[in-house]
């Protein structure tokens, strides 16, 4: 290789070489500053796209998992309600079976009939309760109206069922069907036909809940068998609430451990390895160092023309 002052091709492969150490060391820095392995498109194309894709199925799954824990409240809400109503209804027949007592004059028995009211205009109340402005109780089978919903039936409508979408594809994946109990119409009906297909919502049928501007009714208008049909459809009620409970807790966990795996596949894309990147980190700084002592030398070299021409 000739001598030249004017080139000093030595310096010059020596800088490059600098600067791309530096700009290796650098990259190295900010992905252990960011615990990122992708800083720019160009690290990995492809798989940034796969990971964007990973990270919005991963945030879809956490509002899916919020939904899911708002129905299970939902649902908690409508069973307490529920076993508050059973409640009532034990103490109505508790009231039934007192006001039998043939040791019970009128005026105990006007006393029993004046709680037994209260309690229906209660029963009544607690059918209408809603939970953040959603009514927690169906009564017809359509949203806005329509026939009474009927206890036995299987309605399936707009106004008693609540549809819950348990993964990311929304509406095109599974559901859960929330139902509304028909606490109001499970405790409406023929006491003489208790047959699901005739007695509930018939025009001969009685109920254990009035409005507070409903005609209550007293004691002796019911049998005692009333008050045990009434205690079980409620039961069946809450049964079929902690069903849906169920589904819901299951559908929950199988949701934690997808998005538990797709979190596992977002992470070996875009996560960097801190043992990898800690060993480049250290051979980048060998050969910055390396690389600045030679350009250093490099420059010296033309002194060496210097002493030719002296």
Do not use: C, W
């Amino acid at each position: 290789m000739s001598l030249s002052i004017n080139t000093n091709f030595a310096a010059v492969q020596a800088s490059h070489n600098l600067a791309l150490n530096n700009e290796l060391l650098m990259k190295s820095m900010q992905r252990l500053a960011s615990g990122k392995r992708i800083i720019d498109t160009s690290d990995d194309a492809g798989g940034l796209a796969i990971a964007m894709k990973l990270n919005s199925s991963i945030e879809k799954l956490k509002g899916v998992s919020s939904n899911i824990k708002n129905s299970v409240s939902f649902l908690d809400v409508q069973d307490g309600i529920m076993q508050g109503a059973a409640g009532i209804l034990e103490r109505m027949s508790e009231l039934k079976s007192l006001s039998q007592d043939v040791l019970k004059n009128t005026s105990d028995i006007n006393t029993y009939n004046t709680e037994f009211q209260n309690l229906q205009v209660q029963l009544y109340q607690m059918s209408k309760e809603k939970f953040n402005g959603i009514s927690l109780f169906a009564t017809t089978t359509e949203a806005k109206g329509g026939i009474s919903a009927v206890f036995g039936n299987n309605n399936s409508s707009t106004d008693n069922t609540i549809t819950i979408f348990t993964t990311e594809g929304g509406s095109s994946g599974p559901k859960v069907s929330v139902h509304k109990a028909l606490l109001l119409s499970a405790i409406t009906f023929d006491e003489n036909n208790v047959s699901i297909s005739k007695a509930f919502g018939a025009s001969s049928s009685k109920t254990l809940a009035v409005s507070v501007s409903g005609s209550a009714k007293v004691l002796a208008d019911f049998s005692t068998s009333f008050f045990t049909q009434g205690i079980e459809n409620v039961a069946t009620l809450r049964a079929q609430n902690g069903g849906s409970m169920s589904r819901l807790d299951f559908a929950q966990t199988n949701l934690n451990r997808t998005r538990a795996n797709l979190e596992a596949s977002y992470g070996q894309i875009m996560d960097v390895d801190i043992a990898e990147e800690s060993t480049r980190l250290a051979k980048y700084q060998i050969l910055v160092q390396a690389a600045s002592s030679m350009l250093s030398q490099a420059n010296m070299m033309p002194n060496t023309a210097m002493m030719l021409l002296g």
